[in-house]
C-alpha cells in the first residue's frame, strides 16, 4: 500500500479559481511530519510547508491554506485565486523516523495547471 | 547558504558511455540523497548516506549505477554503461537528519540526463 496517495492526477483550474489538492497518508508512527513541495516547471523542488503529527491546526499563508485532519489522515492544500505562477506539480510528502532518521515518502504528485 | 548544488544542468550522452552526476550539500547536513525522476515511476529514491557513509542502496537499480560520497561536501552518482532507459531527472537533497526537528529535505536543481 502507498504511504502517501494523492489521488489527482491532473486539475485544470481557471485563474482566479479555489482549488484544493487532496493527500491521504498511512503511518503507525505516532510522530510524523507531513510536507508540500512544488516543482514548478524549471523543475526544481520547491518546500511549501511541514506539519508535525501533534499539530493540527490549519495553517494560512497568503493564498495558500493547508487542511490537516488526523482522523482522515489527510493534509490537504487549498490555493485560492489561483494565478498562471500557480501552475506547477506539487507533492506532498510524509516523514518518518527510521533509526533517529526521517524516511521521506513522497506521493506520485498533481499536476495543476491555471489557465488565464 | 547557497543550498544544495547539482551539476551538470542537463546531460545529453550516448548509450554505452559513463555519466557522472555531482552534487554539494548544503554545509552541515548529515544526510546526502539521491533521487531519480522520471514520469512513469514518480520520485524514486536511490540511495542515501549518512556521514558521508552509504546507508541504503537498494533503491539502486542495478549494477550499472554506483555512488561515492569522498567527504561531506561533495557526492557523485555515476552511470557506466549509460543506457537510454536511464534518461530521467537526478535529484541530490540533504537534510538534518534527526527527527525531533523534523528537518524537511533540500533539493538541488536536478540534473536532466538525456541518453540517446
Known amino acids: 500500500a502507498q504511504k502517501v496517495t494523492q489521488a489527482q492526477t491532473e486539475i485544470s483550474v481557471v485563474e482566479k479559481e479555489d482549488v484544493t489538492l487532496d493527500c491521504v497518508y498511512e503511518?503507525?508512527?505516532?510522530?510524523?511530519?507531513l510536507f508540500w513541495y512544488k516543482q514548478p516547471p524549471s523543475g526544481e523542488l520547491v518546500f511549501l510547508i511541514r506539519r508535525n503529527s501533534f499539530d493540527e491546526q490549519n495553517e494560512i499563508s497568503g493564498r495558500y491554506s493547508w487542511n490537516f485532519q488526523k482522523s482522515t489522515s489527510s493534509f490537504n492544500f487549498t490555493i485560492t485565486a489561483s494565478q498562471v505562477v500557480d501552475s506547477a506539480v506539487y507533492f506532498c510528502?510524509?516523514?518518518?523516523?527510521?533509526?533517529?532518521?526521517?524516511?521521506?515518502?513522497f506521493g506520485s504528485g498533481t499536476k495543476l495547471n491555471v489557465k488565464p | 547558504d547557497a543550498g544544495v548544488i547539482q551539476s551538470p544542468r542537463h546531460e545529453v550522452t550516448e548509450m554505452g558511455q559513463e555519466v557522472t552526476l555531482r552534487c554539494k550539500p548544503i554545509?552541515?547536513?548529515?544526510?546526502l540523497f539521491w533521487y531519480r525522476q522520471t514520469m512513469m515511476r514518480g520520485l524514486e529514491l536511490l540511495i542515501y548516506?549518512?556521514?558521508?557513509?552509504?546507508?541504503?542502496d537498494s533503491g539502486m537499480p542495478e549494477d550499472r549505477f554506483s555512488a561515492k560520497m569522498p567527504n561531506a561536501s561533495f557526492s557523485t552518482l555515476k552511470i557506466q554503461p549509460s543506457e537510454p532507459r536511464d534518461s530521467a531527472v537526478y535529484f541530490c537533497a540533504s537534510s538534518l537528519g534527526r527527527q525531533e526537528f523534523g528537518y524537511g529535505y533540500t533539493f538541488g536543481s536536478g540534473t536532466r540526463l538525456t541518453v540517446v
Open positions: 503511518t503507525r508512527d505516532t510522530t510524523y511530519y
Open positions: 548516506f549518512n556521514n558521508n557513509v552509504p546507508i541504503d
Open positions: 510528502a510524509l516523514s518518518e523516523a527510521i533509526d533517529n532518521f526521517n524516511k521521506f515518502y
Open positions: 554545509s552541515g547536513h548529515d544526510y
